[in-house]
């Protein structure tokens, strides 16, 4: 007798089997049916795209809100960001760390078209604010069309009780996102810190990098330079850059008639492309390369190879 003559023969009828194998059956799908998927659903090309979870972080006072509000203001307007493409999209920034300084670099912008909510949210515990959140932006999206980019800033102050040290907190976050993002079908981008040790990424317990599918380093140089850099793409390549410093503009004056000013994004005047450094041949080479890529780019599972797509060297 073999080790398989006691097993009980699948059902042939799928009416017979209970609900749950009934929606699991529905999922099966045999291998050879799957065609490529060439087209990517993306709001900025190579950086976001929908439906994904995002975390940008960067040390304190590196400008992190300066740098999502200047990506959510190029999403709203639909308007090329860093020399890549945009697809327009609606967009709610969650200012939980809010501050009074907020509604000054909304302003600064020329012409905003996104929502805001400045005011204390948690996506952690028992109190997690998600499902409401989901019912109030399903209900703006009737009004107003799919929102397809929710910007969380910062995960600190959505922690509520919770420890982002911890994996099980961080764990309950992540859930609590996920409720958010599914509901909404947007792109969640959180924005973080990065821990006491810039040189080991983002604050708190690592399940977080494991958690997201993009995660985008804030640095700045010495001469004040910061750099945006892809440091995971789950479905992509890394590496891109994005170079900028903030300019200091002046709103307007107080009371007292001093000037009161906030900063806006300024892209660095030599970064023409996000591949600094490359230009003439060479960056038509790697235009060239990267269509490939997304033509006919393969992931290898071998260690001598990253966990992005590859192509033969003869290609």
Known sequence: MSDFDNVTPMRSDPALLKPKAKALLAAATWAGNFEPSLDRDYLVKGWLDKGTLTVVFGPSNVGKSFFALDLAHHISK???W???RVNKGNV???AAEGGSSFPNRVSALDDPEFWVIAAPVTFAGKASDAPSMVEMVQHLASQTGRFDLIVVDTLSRVMGDG?????PDIADLVRNLDVLRRGTGSNIMLIHHSGKDVARGARGHSS???AVDTEIELTRDEL???TAEVTKQRDGPTGYKFNYSLRQIELGRDQDGDPVTTCLVEPSKDAK???LGVSGPALAALNVLEVILQERGECLRDPRYPGTPCIAHKD
């Open 208 to 210: 977080l990098r494991a």
């Open 78 to 80: 639909g308007e090329a």
């Open 92 to 94: 709610l920034y969650i």
């Open 82 to 84: 860093g020399n890549r």
């Open 273 to 275: 492309s996000d591949r």
């Open 224 to 226: 004040g330079v910061i």
């Open 163 to 167: 420890d982002e040290n911890t994996a």
